[in-house]
């Protein structure tokens, strides 16, 4: 996840598949121009590859490539996780005062981040995707210093 916005009221982190999407994209512009050429030559089968071929990419960008941020506030006292498709938006927003951390969750040689609570609420992954790197715990140790910081700063000024 990549810092958009760290200070003492606000830190925000995202996640976009720059990469995947890119090569979708390029992946559906090629087989579309391919297709087109075909068919202003007459051919038929120009049609097949721009459906296909240009079709099953764009399906796959609009259901699989997530863009994730994750939303500190400490004026608002909130957590917000937010999920955006080509379609879809989910948003899931938790108190402050129940997160008790950011953990890693690995799996093999890939990682992501999670908040866990106070309570018995399971933990909730920040991004829906395992990634390989350090990312996932770089995220994680921004996200527990921001609280460990907001937290004695609430402590401080009494609130």
């Known amino acids: ?14 996640h976009a598949p720059w990469v995947l999407g890119g ?13 087109l050429a075909l068919l202003a030559q007459g051919e038929v089968v120009g049609l097949a590859t721009v459906a296909a071929g240009a079709g099953v990419p764009l399906g796959i960008f609009a259901l699989a490539i997530k863009r994730d941020q994750v939303i500190f506030d400490a004026s608002a006292g909130t ?13 899931a927003t938790f108190p402050l005062d129940t997160v008790r951390r950011a953990e890693v969750e690995e799996f093999s040689d ?3 981040p999670t908040l866990t609570f ?21 995220a994680a140790d921004e996200i527990n210093n921001w ?8 402590t401080r000024n009494g609130t």
């Open 147 to 154: 609280m460990r910081n907001a937290r004695r700063s609430a």
């Open 79 to 91: 957590a917000t996780v937010q999920r955006r498709t080509l379609l879809r938006y989910h948003s």
């Open 118 to 138: 106070h309570d018995t609420t399971p933990a909730y992954p920040l991004i829906e995707a395992y990634v390989s790197g350090n990312g996932p715990r770089q």
């Open 110 to 112: 890939t990682a992501r």
């Open 23 to 35: 090569g979708l994209i390029v992946c559906i512009i090629a087989c579309a121009a391919a297709g």
């Open 1 to 14: 996840m990549t810092i958009l916005r760290n200070m003492p009221s606000q830190l925000i982190l995202a």
